[in-house]
Structures are given as structure tokens and as C-alpha cells.
């Protein structure tokens, strides 16, 4: 089964006076962690995202498009990434997400894909 795994972080992650090489080593952290998954055969996807102030939202109301700059609503975390993964159950995928770096900094969300294939089968 699919599980996008949202990593929730503070808003301030990273606000601190990391070093240039406390930032290596957190970014080889993750690409370790993403090449173990890749090689375990779950990494389907997943990505690091901008900072949410750099973001736009996108809605339709009464036919209108309304764009707005920045998140929509004051928050504390942001998404701060996503990873896309094939889990065995729900326990292998909280696993897997407790296995995330930024799991020590924030939180992950673990959430079943919808399967609409079997809708119609």
C-alpha cells in the first residue's frame, strides 16, 4: 500500500547558527536514509520543499480564481517535505517515517494513498 509521509517542521528549523558543515552532515543524513529505502525497495517519491512564505495558494470561489501569496493561515510548522513510499502496513510505514531525520526536529504524517483502482474493480 502507498503512504505519503508529510514531515512537519517548525517554522524556525534551520533558523539556527547551523554550520556549513552541520548542513552536510544533515543533508547526507537524508540521502543515506533515501538510498537505504530506494535500495529496501519502498522510495517511490519525495522531495525537500521551500520554506511556506514562498508559496502560493490557489482556489476557486463562485468561479473566480483567488491566489494569495504565502500560506493561507498563521502556523507554527510547515510542511518542510514528503516522501512517497510502498509500505507493507501501516505499522511498516510508521516505521519508516520514524526513521526520518527530521523526525527528531518535527513530526511525520502518515497518511494511506486513496486507492481509486479499487473503486472500479
Known amino acids: 500500500m502507498k503512504y505519503v509521509l508529510l514531515l512537519h517542521l517548525p517554522e524556525t528549523y534551520m533558523d539556527e547558527d547551523w554550520s556549513a558543515e552541520d548542513i552536510a552532515a544533515h543533508q547526507t543524513e537524508y540521502l543515506r536514509y533515501k538510498e537505504r529505502l530506494v535500495a529496501d525497495g519502498v522510495f517511490l517519491a519525495g522531495e525537500a520543499l521551500q520554506p511556506a512564505d514562498i508559496g502560493t495558494t490557489v ?3 463562485g ?3 483567488v491566489i494569495s501569496d504565502g500560506p493561507f493561515a498563521e ?3 510547515q510542511i ?3 516522501y512517497l513510499c510502498e509500505c507493507r502496513d501501516l505499522d511498516h510505514a510508521l516505521a519508516v517515517a520514524a526513521g526520518i531525520p527530521g523526525a ?3 513530526t511525520v504524517e502518515v497518511r494511506p494513498v486513496f486507492d481509486y483502482e479499487a473503486l472500479v474493480n
Do not use: H, S
Open 59 to 61: 482556489g476557486v470561489r
Open 63 to 65: 468561479g473566480e480564481v
Open 75 to 77: 502556523i507554527a510548522e
Open 80 to 82: 518542510g517535505g514528503f
Open 104 to 106: 527528531r526536529y518535527g
